[in-house]
């Protein structure tokens, strides 16, 4: 009501100015009339302009920039449970007894007993068929179906509950996989169990000889659902039975490749341009002899011995291998860029004169990613389903080891071997060079950035003044982190938002980038806040899932230039791209992040169009915002903060548009013109998926 309260005061300063008893009522009327028009003017979008600012963008070619194919693209590493018990869409957790390691006796959690000490005995032996993997369960049953020594009417054996429980739905089937062996014939049962004891599915395995061990496949299909169930393996049978290496898998994974579809889909709709994996900190290990290995997670399943992530404290079979990485990025028609292990761990390293056999792994993991079906390492992969070879054309040497003793010696050992035996290969350093040269060759530099909302914000000009010779900036890993971010809130990926503003404007500086950590499991949150959460059933984007959505049309698309004016505060940051779709039309994407607390009245003026080249019909307004700036998603509420969409009114060259307060907001505009700036290789976006995935807001 501040507008009244001003009108009221212009009153009475007339009146001393004029001298007058009483004005005249007409010109009062006419006063407050005015007044009143203006008033509804600045509420007709429901919120009251505090500033005004604007936004001038040059849609010719003439100021227009290429922006590479890779700009934005996501980075997976196993934290989290991100993989195991997530993507890869294995149920059973510890499938091959190893993860209490290769001593006997051992732990074989989460798997738990059914029966008491006069009915079986548990035990851990190194009797497996796999070499690399030698434990197997010995289950000493001493039960049986008649005598003195009954087993009770389920009888006795294993439970397995999968990563916090298995989701097991009605109507879906599921393929179990194990090895067994015994001296005499078994009769063993396979279930799923709901959490109140209902049985969803059921299958006898009943074989007279399985004195070797015997691989035993099974199909279940789910009577009922259950988010909560678990896998049993009982008997009544008096007798010693081993198993081994059992799994369960749904059978409607992705394209059948093993990743959970519902995830799978989370990732496909942000249309990356590149997939950093397997890791970050994972790669390198607390110890190097816990570091990720590519050579041990490849080949079958079975064979694989899996080991303890020591950075993020947890054990992985490794069914999410090497392979699976270069079919994920595959999958998602995603660069693949492999970081692998450069003799360097959080605690040890690999003095360069001993770095060969390391130099020699990674130049086996490139054949097995490139190398001719007949190669020695490309025979492998051609074995595992897939002859043709991945496009693998970047690889990181390490993670976040810059600086250290032994890495810079390291790293030119491996750039020297890549680059003689795979000359188009782009290697990256984890050397940033953004502030300095770097002292060594590289293609691409690393940058990483986690920081409050304020300084990620105003990063955004982190690379205005780079050198636009030499190596180009890889920002792998970035994210609003500590009190700011809270578990996903609106205020990190406004900063975020208005961060990734700053690199697609410096895309000539900047080559990719991606958030970090991609996946959480809810149920363990080793690291906040994350982009996509979920547990065995479900899951949300939180705001910065939803704002990296923004920018799904920019990679291969055109820069334009995007010029605000009065912008006092700072709290303004603009971009516009140009960009084609499918059917070959022409799009222009103007997107503002307002960082302040007052709404803005934005007059945008588009020049270098042809006359009346912008369409009402198919143009929109998509804005990222919410009542309070912490505001998060859950699983109670998945969508409390989503970008919500709105057609625009009175489209033009000139056009007026309010900015909420702590706002992304993304103005979509449909060109009937070829004019429009479009520079570089013809950059085709399918434009079908991105309202769809709003398309309830």
Known sequence: MQIFKNAAQTVDTLREKMGAINLSKSVLLFFFVVLSAVYRSSSATGVEANQTVSLVVNASEASAKYIPKTLFGVFFEEINHAGAGGLW??????????????????????????????????????????????????????????????????????????????????????????????????????????????TLATANIVDSDVSNWTKIELTLQAKGTDANSRLQLTTTRKGVVWFDQVSLMPTDTYKGHGFRKDLFEMVKNLKPGFIRFPGGCFVEGEWLRNAFRWKETVGPWEERPGHFGDVWHYWTDDGLGHFEFLQLAEDLEAEPIWVFNNGVSHNDEVDTSSIQPFVQEALDGIEFARGDAKSKWGSIRAAMGHPEPFDLKY??????????????????????????????????????????????????????????????????????????????????????????????SLLAALAEAGFLIGLEKNCDAVEMASYAPLFVNTNDRTWNPDAIVFDSSQMYGTPSYWMQHFFKESNGATLLNATLQSNPSNSLIASAISWKDTDNKNHLKIKVVNFGSSSVALQLSIQGLEVNSLQSFGSKKIELTS??????????????????????????????????????????????????????????VDKSSYYKDIKMY
């Not at 699983?635 to 489209?651: A, I, M, R, T």
Request: glycine content about 10%; some cysteine.
């Open 627 to 684: 009542a309070d700036v912490m505001d998060e998603n859950s699983f109670q509420v998945p969508n409390k903060v989503v970008p919500v969409s709105s057609e625009l009114d009175d489209v033009g060259e000139e056009m007026d548009v309010v900015l909420s307060p702590h706002s992304f907001t993304s103005i979509d505009l449909l060109i009937n013109s070829n004019n429009v700036g479009l520079v570089g290789p013809a950059s085709y």
């Open 89 to 198: 869409a294995e149920l059973v957790n510890n499938r091959g007894f190893e993860a209490g390691g290769p001593n006997t006796p051992s732990n074989i959690a989460p798997w738990s007993v059914i029966g008491n000490e006069s009915s079986l005995i548990i035990s851990t032996e190194r009797s497996s068929r796999f070499d690399r993997n030698k434990i197997a369960l010995r289950m000493d049953v001493l039960c049986d179906h008649e005598g003195s020594n009954t087993c009770p009417p389920g009888g006795v054996g294993i439970y397995n509950p999968g990563f916090w429980g298995m989701n097991i739905e009605q109507g879906k089937t599921y393929k179990l996989v194990l090895y067994a062996r015994s001296l005499g014939p078994i009769n063993v049962s396979v279930s799923l169990t709901g959490s109140t004891g209902s």
């Open 395 to 488: 690889v990181a040497v390490g993670n976040e080891d810059c600086g250290k003793k032994y890495y810079l010696g390291n790293y030119l050992e491996f750039y020297s071997a890549i680059q003689h035996e795979y000359p188009d290969i782009k290697l990256i350093s984890n050397c940033d060079g953004s502030s300095r040269p770097l002292d060594h060759p590289a293609h691409i530099y690393d940058y990483h950035i986690y920081s409050s909302a304020d300084n990620v914000f105003a990063a955004a000009q982190k690379f205005d003044r780079v050198s636009r010779t030499g190596p180009k900036a890889f920002v792998s890993e970035y994210a609003v982190h500590g009190s700011d971010a809270g578990t996903g």
